[in-house]
């Protein structure tokens, strides 16, 4: 009981300790202070709130594709999950947000647009997060305020005749009085308290003629400008307070005489938090028949009955609704084009103005709006007769599926750490499962786009081609050297060919839902002791038959393009591939490091000879000059087709292409010519063949217990693979032996 107690107490002081640190309840000269110190945060619209949060969280260039990344991406949505890839869309919206701050107001619904799955929703989701996070800050403190009525009647009570406070006449006590605020009040002293719906900014109660001088004055300080040269924001020359609230603020001012001073004693000003849980600042409006914002009058509230006479005459109305909650923050219309356009035509006068017609008011909105849509809905939307007029209010935001097979396996981390429990996953399972997926995404590069001495080039460039390409991986599979270098430099322009267009890249293909739910099937196979990647193959051929539900099965083959058939047994011959060089690599016949460091004097010698320099040979202790024979005996294991010349000034360029890539990175030769160490270990054990194909043998014999047959040293061999298997890859014995059945297989059965 102690231990609880204990906690409890230590609950209470962190609490009391936070409440005060970040000053939650202001008087209103508490809030004229804060407002003094740093006026630029305080009266901050929802464009600049927003356009701060990003600059607060911070970005990174991604200079590969020359995005911007910002890092409440990284934050990602209140379940703590990131938002993988979708930097065009994420420079689009921060580009547009930067837009509102320069001309002072939002005045454009952003709607993202693109296939079901390509994380629309998560984006807006993620920016409501960290908005919630940047309001905790010092730095993203906002405030609202509340009317204070207290229960001493005599307070709030005019007197005829009197030019005091209410109820009082000009005696000692006005002035104590006057120099205390109502906003510090007990709740039991409280009888009616008036929040602000809107929660309008508390520096709207300044009339607008000293707002604007003292505003001038603080911000030329606040800038080190002369006051002359300050803007002040549009929306703080405005009026800015609700109907309501103006109606209070009219009415305490005739009671109190004028009295400025009386008047802002019930203004108790409060910080609040964003949180799209609660409906602050954030909100969401669902595709269903629902009303947007509406009014209720409020006649048996308990706030209305204990107010003071001299407001009895004001008809009281509460706003509520997705827009008078996402009031000062953001707005989404989830699925917007579901409606029937009737239901947000509103919106072509509400995003414009900033304003929303209520039937006994008009709201005063501050509110950065954003809405998704499928492709299917926007085609149809674009249809219609008004669809000029909401196309000049909306700034179309393409979100298209992810286009390489390293980023789609980031969507799936979370999910694989909780299938992970229930069963292994062996390596390269979902690495072969986001390959099938991005190819189903693809299109097939149109030659005529490009120069006619590329044209040939592009029409070889298949759907496993492209992915490395723009996986920055090598092509040589493919290509040749110089035609590799030839569709790098094409890069760029391969990746933007069908970006401003309506069927472009990555609207069709298979969705990150369907992906998900073939992981969570395959690990159910009971045929297979661990997620494999031939559970996954199995359940893709699964899903491949039926046509009629997955709109891109429908799509006519273009070359090699949309078959998704085809890309099955794509993904079988590339883990066949890959595997067969693990598993050679297990067996450690060669040390890794003799060809390793074999190529890497092969580069130094290419480097050498083509600068015309000479080389430090350490044995010798002498310069000289690079050695031609080993340069010719590494090109004869790399088969290089071609004059020499040529190849070694292609591989200078290529090193100097990945320096101007990356220039941060210090250069790995071992990474940017891994096909050509590939091509040397596959010589190594060509010359070992025999021996590989025999241990092999004795894996699957060894698990099928017919090892009897060989040697204990044979046996050991098999033995030692298997745990290096385990150990360098990450392979159960039970994933490794399925796995090997599977190349050997697809040897006797060739994968087609």
């Known amino acids: 009981m102690t231990e609880v107690n204990d906690l409890l107490h230590q609950l209470n002081q962190e609490s009391r300790s936070l409440f005060q640190e970040r000053q939650v309840i202001l008087s209103f000269s508490g809030f004229l202070n804060r407002l003094r110190e740093r006026p630029s945060h305080m009266v901050r619209n929802s464009a600049q709130y927003l356009y701060d949060t990003f600059n607060h969280f911070g970005s990174s260039k991604i200079s590969q594709d020359g995005h911007t990344r910002w890092h409440i991406f990284d934050l990602g949505t209140h379940k703590n999950v990131p938002i993988v890839g979708s930097e065009g869309v994420q420079d689009e919206i921060y580009k547009i947000i930067t837009g509102f701050v320069r001309q002072g107001y939002s005045n454009k619904l952003l709607m993202m647009h693109g296939p079901n799955g390509s994380a629309k929703t998560s984006i807006v989701e993620s920016i409501a997060h960290a908005m919630q996070k940047y309001s905790e800050t010092e730095e993203g403190a906002v405030y609202r305020f509340n009317w204070i009525f207290p229960t001493d009647k005599s307070l709030t009570a005019k007197a005829a005749g009197s030019h005091g406070p209410i109820g009082f006449s000009g005696n000692q006590e006005y002035a104590s009085l006057r120099e205390d605020s109502f906003a510090f009040l007990e709740e039991a002293k409280i009888a009616s308290k008036i929040p602000s719906e809107y929660k309008e900014n508390p520096v709207y109660l300044i009339p607008l003629p000293y707002r604007e001088t003292l505003l001038r004055r603080w911000l030329a300080v606040e800038l080190n400008i002369p006051e002359a040269d300050v803007e002040i924001p549009q929306n703080l020359m405005m009026s800015g307070l609700s109907k309501r609230n103006q109606l209070i603020f009219e009415n305490l001012l005739a009671a109190y005489d004028g009295d400025m001073g009386m008047v802002l004693r019930h203004v108790q000003v409060e910080r609040w938090y964003y949180s799209k849980q609660y409906r602050v600042g954030v909100s969401t409006v669902e595709p269903q028949m629902s009303i947007d914002a509406y009014e209720k009058q409020l006649t048996m509230d308990r706030n209305i009955a204990n107010l003071p006479p001299v407001l009895h005459n004001i008809s009281f109305h509460e706003a509520e609704g997705p827009l008078i909650e996402a009031n000062r923050g953001i707005l989404e219309f989830s699925d917007m084009l579901k409606r029937p356009i009737e239901a947000f035509k509103y919106l072509l006068s509400t995003v414009e103005k900033g304003t929303a017609n209520l039937p ?393």
């Open 360 to 752: 006994s008011s008009t709201a005063p909105l501050d509110i950065v709006f954003f809405a998704t849509t499928n492709e299917k809905h926007l085609d149809a939307f674009k249809t219609i007769p008004d669809f000029a007029s909401f196309r000049s209010r909306f700034e179309l935001l393409t979100a298209p599926y992810l286009l390489k097979p390293s980023l789609e396996a980031e969507i799936y981390k979370q999910d694989l750490k909780a299938l992970g429990k229930s069963r292994p996953i062996a390596p390269h399972a979902v690495e072969m499962l986001c390959l099938w997926a991005v190819m189903t995404r693809l299109k097939q590069p149109n030659p005529d786009y490009y120069d006619t001495k590329y044209r040939a080039l592009i029409s070889r460039l298949d759907p496993r081609s492209k992915i490395r390409l723009y996986e920055s991986e090598s092509l040589l599979s493919t290509f040749k050297p110089q035609e590799e270098a030839a569709i790098y430099e094409l890069r760029k322009e391969i990746c933007e060919e069908y970006q401003n267009v309506v069927a472009y890249e990555g609207r069709f293909g298979a969705s990150p839902r369907e992906i998900r739910s073939i992981l969570y099937r395959a690990i159910q196979n009971p045929k297979h002791e661990s997620l494999t990647p031939m559970a996954v193959f199995e359940e893709l051929d699964r899903l491949v038959k039926d046509r009629t539900v997955y709109e891109f099965l429908q799509l006519e083959p273009r070359g090699k393009y949309h078959q998704p058939q085809e890309f099955i047994q794509a993904c079988r011959r590339d883990f066949a591939e890959i595997f067969e060089k693990e598993a050679t690599t297990a067996m450690t016949l060669v040390d890794e490091n003799q060809y390793e460091a074999l190529f890497n004097r092969y580069i130094e010698h290419i480097v050498a000879q083509v600068k015309r320099e000479k080389i430090f040979n350490k044995n010798t202790s002498s310069y000289e000059p690079p050695n031609e024979n080993l340069m010719k005996e590494v090109e004869k294991i790399l088969k290089i087709p071609g004059p020499a010349d040529k190849h070694r000034e292609a591989l200078i360029g290529r090193i100097a292409a990945t320096k101007i890539e990356r220039p941060t990175e210090a250069i790995n030769v071992t990474k940017i010519f891994h096909e050509y160490l590939d091509t040397m270990k596959a010589h190594y054990y060509d010359e070992r063949k025999h021996q590989v194909d025999e241990n092999f043998r004795v894996m699957l014999a060894l698990e099928n217990g017919e090892a009897l047959n060989f040697t204990q040293e044979e046996r050991d061999l098999a033995e030692n693979t298997y745990r290096q298997l385990e150990t360098r890859y990450g392979y159960t014995r039970a994933a490794a032996a399925e796995s090997l059945r599977f190349l050997l297989t697809s040897r006797t059965q060739p994968v087609t």
